[in-house]
């Protein structure tokens, strides 16, 4: 999107990534200095899903998050919307 804004002479480039995605990394430059990553290479004991659906959202950490559960971790939700 960057390069075709470029070609028409445009500096003007807005996505969705400018609302949700940059102010949460950002975030987490601030607080903790680096984006976290997770690491479910050696499965934590306790997983927290705090407002968050990833087989619905975050598809991509719905795998490991499923595989770390396999291999015995404990699954605390707080759904915020009940």
Do not use: Q
């Not at 400018?18 to 984006?35: D, E, K, Q, Y």
């Not at 990553?37 to 499923?66: K, M, Q, R």
């Amino acid at each position: 999107m960057t390069r075709l804004a470029n070609m028409i002479g445009t500096p003007n480039v807005a996505s969705a990534g400018f609302v949700c995605c940059h102010p949460m990394l950002n975030a987490s430059r601030i607080t903790f200095g680096s984006l976290l990553a997770s690491d479910y290479d050696y499965p934590p004991a306790c997983i927290v899903l705090w407002g968050i659906n990833p087989p619905e959202t975050f598809l991509y950490h719905n795998i490991p998050i499923h595989e770390a559960l396999e291999r015995g971790s404990k699954l605390i939700v707080i759904d915020i919307y009940i």
